[in-house]
């Protein structure tokens, strides 16, 4: 039988991607851990989506970038020249991935000109929840994102993505609703 433990963080430090240890209250584990969180938090609006429809494949495609951006955060300085884009960076194409997802949903409803109350649909409650753990993952990712990484505007381009799905999946709901004074 395999074990699934190992011990090792016992003493509160965790090992990082390419060697080292920190202690895992320190920025790289924090930042790791929120985004795992942010990719929980979509796998869970994932499971309530059409299998193999379009939000699921994004949704699945978003899962598994954000493989790539914990690997890019588990990553002391000193071992940065080890990252390969795409597979443990996060690169510029995959930013702009993400940028066309959000063009081609915003395409797909009409946008509010209100704010928006969140849990018209189980779904777009999920997706909203999931954009805001997204935010949090970027606030935490700030304090170990190396300069010039891409891990910020892929952060931050995901929560206006997941903004967009959850309108999107609202449908009519988001149309039926009382616009607020102004609006």
Request: glycine content about 8%.
């Given at each position: 039988?395999?074990?699934?433990?190992?011990g090792?963080?016992?003493?509160?430090t965790?090992?990082?991607l390419?060697g080292?240890?920190?202690p895992k209250?320190?920025?790289?584990?924090?930042?790791?851990?929120?985004v795992?969180?942010?990719?929980?938090?979509?796998g869970?609006?994932?499971?309530?989506?059409?299998?193999?429809?379009?939000?699921?494949?994004?949704?699945?495609?978003?899962c598994?970038?954000?493989?790539?951006?914990m690997?890019?955060?588990?990553?002391?300085?000193?071992?940065?020249?080890k990252?390969?884009?795409g597979?443990t960076?996060?690169?510029?194409?995959?930013?702009q991935?993400?940028e066309a997802?959000?063009?081609?949903?915003?395409?797909?409803?009409e946008a509010?000109s209100?704010?928006?109350?969140?849990?018209?649909?189980?779904?777009?409650?999920?997706?909203?929840?999931?954009r805001?753990?997204?935010?949090?993952?970027?606030?935490?990712?700030?304090?170990?994102a190396?300069?010039?990484?891409?891990?910020?505007?892929?952060?931050?381009?995901?929560?206006s993505?997941l903004?967009?799905?959850?309108?999107?999946?609202?449908?009519?709901?988001?149309l039926?609703?009382?616009?607020?004074p102004g609006?």
């Open positions: 039988m395999t074990r699934l433990y190992t090792k963080g016992d003493d509160g965790t090992g990082l390419f080292g240890r920190v209250d320190s920025a790289h584990p924090r930042a790791v851990g929120a795992d969180e942010a990719q929980a938090t979509i869970l609006a994932r499971a309530l989506c059409e299998r193999d429809g379009l939000l699921d494949r994004q949704l699945t495609q978003v598994r970038d954000l493989w790539v951006l690997g890019e955060l588990a990553t002391l300085p000193e071992n940065h020249a990252l390969a884009d597979q960076r996060v690169s510029p194409a995959m930013v991935a993400v997802m959000v063009d081609d949903v915003g395409e797909r409803f509010p209100a704010f928006v109350v969140p849990g018209q649909t189980p779904l777009a409650a999920h997706l909203d929840l999931a805001t753990v997204v935010r949090r993952s970027e606030r935490e990712a700030v304090a170990a190396a300069p010039g990484s891409q891990v910020l505007p892929y952060l931050n381009r995901l929560s993505l903004w967009a799905q959850a309108r999107w999946v609202e449908g009519d709901h988001l039926s609703r009382d616009v607020a609006g």
